[in-house]
Nanobody
């Protein structure tokens, strides 16, 4: 089972990035996928989650209205579109998978990918 997050980079405030989480080794449709981030010196924060069917989504207040999560089960990939980025969005972003669940609690997640660094700076 593998999750591979990608798409991070350096972007100016107000800019956009799209993160991808490519999964392999399991049937993506049976897993909810969560996005988390961790800034230096801060705790890991759950920012978004999408159910296995894609019918349910969750966003933390800190990203609501700016970030959009989506999934393409046929491509075994989940996306996080990030718009109107702010310096406080700077963090390492992780995707994770939980079987038959829909939660933003990191301790509930079964599998984690490596992180991808997003830096928002002018």
């Amino acid at each position: 089972v593998q999750l591979q997050a990608s798409g991070g980079g350096l972007v100016q405030p107000g800019g956009s990035l799209r993160l991808s989480c490519a999964v392999s080794g399991f049937a993506l449709a049976t897993y909810a996928i969560g996005w988390f981030r961790q800034a230096p010196g801060k705790e890991r924060e759950g920012i978004s989650c999408i159910s296995g069917s894609g019918n349910s989504t969750y966003y933390a207040d800190s990203v609501k209205g700016r970030f959009t999560v989506s999934r393409d089960n046929a491509k075994n990939t989940v996306y996080l579109q990030m718009n109107s980025l702010k310096p406080e969005d700077t963090a390492v972003y992780y995707c994770a998978a939980v079987l038959f669940g829909f939660t933003i609690r990191p301790e509930s997640y079964d599998y984690w990918g490596q992180g991808t660094l997003v830096t928002v700076s002018s």
